[in-house]
């Protein structure tokens, strides 16, 4: 069995333009698919070749609704939809004043939700479809000094498990993936983060990073990305409102 070629399905990934959205997008784009990316530097959106930017904030409805009607002018209904956008930085709850609050919120589960209420329409009308959410593991368990960023990644599994619910035995499924620490510019301004607060050198805040995932090591972002494309293959047409770990062994 293989995981199939996405010819004629249209997939838009929020976030495209950078790390794990844009592996997930060269991946979409390699099995055939036509791809969206959006994003709101339009120049990280360019720089992926054989995709169609599209500039969007996913914290405003207004924007993704125009934004994912661009995309369907340009490559018709939208059958696969990656919520990936979302910003991750920690702050104690004594820093986590109520408009930093509401930038997690707004950013991580506002926009997954203004993603995903866009285009499931197009699918159920489709008849094929496949919404992936990308949470984390701070969607299945506390980060420590992070507690908004975990709210809005559980958030994002109580979205898909909920919707799930409500489109189960339709043509279509819903699943978050629930990545440990990736090679990405999250982890650069983690790093950064840690080297200052906890007065470490680089390569000993780099060792704590690596350390957070059990297998030791980064995960790369085209990991997830094979997480994605198995999600849009056939074989996985039965797998719905699950949050599946790629973690490096976190249970
Ligand atoms: P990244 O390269 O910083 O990607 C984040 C993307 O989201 C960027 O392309 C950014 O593009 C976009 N974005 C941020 N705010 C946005 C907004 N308001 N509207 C539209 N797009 C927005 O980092 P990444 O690691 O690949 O993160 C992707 C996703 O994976 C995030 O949801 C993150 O929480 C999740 N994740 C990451 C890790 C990790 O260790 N790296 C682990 C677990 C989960 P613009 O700035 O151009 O808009």
């Known amino acids: 069995m293989t995981l199939g070629n996405l010819e004629g399905r249209h997939a838009l990934v929020t976030g495209g333009g950078t790390g794990i959205g844009r592996a997930i997008a060269e991946g979409l784009r390699d099995a055939g698919a036509a791809v969206t990316v959006t994003g709101r530097r339009r120049d990280k959106l360019e720089e ?32 696969i939809c990656v919520a990936n956008a979302g910003i991750a930085e920690g702050r104690s709850l004594r820093d986590t004043d109520a408009a930093f609050w509401r930038q997690v919120m707004a950013i991580n589960l ?99 990073m690596q350390g957070a995932n059990p297998h030791g090591r980064l995960i790369a972002p085209e990991e997830v990305a094979s997480m994605a494309l198995w999600l849009c293959s056939e074989g996985a047409a039965s797998v719905h409102g699950q949050a599946l770990q790629v973690s490096g062994g976190e249970f």
């Open 48 to 79: 992926v070749a054989g995709c169609t930017p599209v500039v969007m904030d996913v914290a405003s409805e207004e924007s993704v609704v125009a934004g994912v009607a661009e995309a369907r002018a340009a490559h018709g209904p939208v059958t």
């Open 110 to 208: 506002d926009g997954c939700f203004f993603t995903f209420r866009a285009c499931i329409p197009d699918m159920l009308q489709a008849g094929w479809g496949r919404a992936i959410a990308i949470s984390s593991i701070a969607g299945l368990k506390g980060l420590r000094g992070a507690s908004a960023y975990t709210a809005s990644k559980h958030g994002m599994i109580g979205l898909v498990r909920g919707l799930a619910a409500d489109f189960v035995a339709k043509p279509l499924t819903i699943n978050a993936i629930c990545p440990g620490y990736v090679e990405t510019a999250i982890v650069d301004q983690n790093l950064a983060r840690i080297m200052e607060r906890m007065g470490k050198t680089e390569a000993e805040a780099l060792q704590v």
